[in-house]
Nanobody, 119 residues
Framework: QVQLVESGGGLVQPGGSLRLSCVGSGTIRSIGIMGWYRQAPGKVREFVATILMNGNTNYADSVKGRFTVSRDNAQKTVYLQMNSLKPEDTAVYYC?????????????WGKGTLVTVSS
């Protein structure tokens, strides 16, 4: 059984920063792509950023230059550093990992952490 747990969300003023973390636990032999997605109230879940095992990253246009995704393979953790936050960044942020657990690869999701950007 694999579980992902996000942390670091909260209330922040526009222009502020937050750092999200997501830790994987359970039977994890290897982790491939790691990523962050978000879902704002009344909207569908959308892509934010991903990072491959080799460190290559990809970002949504809406967060380029403001957000940075990173990973610590030994700690089975993915991070999202969010700077210059805007009210439109308000959403529940979910992490996703592609995990080799026992004998096959599978995508897992965390339960999300709420980020609210408001003055």
């Amino acid at each position: 059984q694999v579980q992902l747990v996000e942390s670091g969300g909260g209330l922040v003023q526009p222009g502020g920063s937050l750092r999200l973390s997501c830790v994987g636990s359970g039977t994890i032999r290897s982790i491939g792509i790691m990523g962050w997605y978000r879902q704002a109230p009344g909207k569908v879940r959308e892509f934010v950023a991903t990072i491959l095992m080799n460190g290559n990253t990809n970002y949504a246009d809406s967060v380029k230059g403001r957000f940075t995704v990173s990973r610590d393979n030994a700690q089975k953790t993915v991070y999202l550093q969010m700077n210059s936050l805007k009210p439109e960044d308000t959403a529940v942020y979910y992490c996703q990992m592609n995990v080799l657990s026992t004998s096959y690869w599978q995508y897992y999701w965390g339960k999300g952490t709420l980020v609210t950007v408001s003055s």
